[in-house]
C-alpha cells in the first residue's frame, strides 16, 4: 500500500472503561475502522488501562498494592458492566460468544494490533494507579498526555469515549 | 423538502447502554438533531437493544434463554444507571417527568421514528444474545455489521457512543 | 489574543455521568483542548449536573426533595465509577492523587474557568430533577435545550458523551 499514513482517515478511541462489553465494543470499532484503512488510535485511561495490562500485580505503595489486587488481572479478567457478581456475566457471555463462534477480547485485541492500531497509555492513570510500562503489554507504543490525545481527536473523522 | 438526504448533515449514535438516562438522552440527541434536518442514524448494541425490543421473550438456547429473562422486557423497563433496585428509580423518575410534562422514552423513541431517525441493530450482539429480527420493533431498518456504522461515522459531523 | 472565537477550533463535551473518574476525564480533556488554544462547550445533564452544583439542599417536590438528598452534595462528592461503596473509592482516589501532586477535581474545574471553557446546564435536566440556577455554580453561561448543544456539536472538531 503506497498511501502514506498522513493521507489515511483517522480514528480515535478513548477507553476509560474495564468492563467486559465496553472493551468488546472499543476493539471491535478498532478493528472495523483500521480494516477500512482507518489510522487508528486508541488511549488507554483508567480501568480501560486493563485492557493493555500484562497478567501480574502492580503497584508500590500501600493504596498502589491494594488498588492492584483489586483491580487485579489483566483484560481475561474483565466483567461486563452488569452481572458481574462473582465473575458469572463473564463467564455466561465467554460460554455464549464461543457458542456463536464470536472473537474472544484477547483475539480482537490481537487482531487490532495486527492491523496496526496504535495503543497508547494515560500519564496520569499509570502514574496515579502506579501502573509501569512492566506492567503493560510490549505493544503499547507510547505513554501520553492529554495534549498528544486531543491532536488525534482534532485530526480524526471520528473520536469516542468508551 | 427538496434537499437530498445525501447532502443533510449526518449525525451516528452508537448507543450500548439499556439505561434509562442514557437512552432517554440518546433519544434526545437523536430527536433533537432530525428536528435541525440532520440525517440520523442510531446503531443499538448489547444492552441498547432494550431500546428497540418488543416486549417478548428472547433466546433459544439454554444461556440465551437465560439472558432474555434476566435482561428481559422492553424499553418501558429500562431502569436509571443508578438507583436501579427494585425499579425505584424508574418509578421515580416517571414520576418526576410526568410532573413536568416532559415525555417518556416510549414517545421519544416514536418522535424520532417519526422525525425519520433510522435505527439498525448490531449483527453480532443480536447473535451472541440470541435476539432475533422478529424480536425488534418493526422500524428497525437493517441488521448490520461494525463496516457499515463506520462509514455513517465517517460521514458525520458528530458522533457519540452512548 | 487577536484570533477570534469564531475561528478558534470547537470541541464539545457533554457530561452525563456524576462519577469521580468520568468527571475528572470531561475536565482533564475540556482543560486540554482550551489549553490548546479549542474554543470549548461543556453540557451538564443529568447526574452530570453535580459537576456544576454548590453545595445546597435541591428540589420543592416532595420527589425533587429526595432526588436532592440520594444526590446530594457538590462536585468534592464525586464517587468513582466503581468502589463508590461508603465513598472508599473517593477517599482512596483523592489520596493517591495527593500522593502523586495530581490536580483534584475542584481544581481542575476552576482551571477550566480559568481557561475560558463554556458550561451549560441542560434544560430538562434541571426541570426534571428540580434544580435551579441558584443551585449552580456562578460561572455557568447559561441554560441551553438539545437544540443549542446541536449547533455546538456541528461545528466541532471533536465532541464526547461522558
Redesign the interface.
Known sequence: MKQKTEER?K??I?V?SGDF??L??AF??A???A??N?DVSMFF???GLRAIKKNMRTGN?L??R??GI?EGGDITKANP???GFLGLGRW??G???K??N?AGLVELRQMAIDLGVKMYSCE?SK????IEDKNLIDEVVDTV???S???H??K???????
Open positions: 482517515k480514528a480515535t478513548i476509560i462489553d465496553k468488546f465494543a471491535t470499532i478493528t472495523g475502522a480494516a477500512s482507518m485511561t483508567f480501568w505503595s493504596f498502589g491494594m488498588m483489586i458492566s452488569k452481572y455466561m457471555f460460554k455464549m460468544m457458542n456463536k464470536v496520569t502514574e496515579v494507579m502506579e498526555g492529554v495534549t490525545m486531543i491532536k481527536a482534532q480524526s473523522e471520528f473520536s469516542y469515549f468508551i
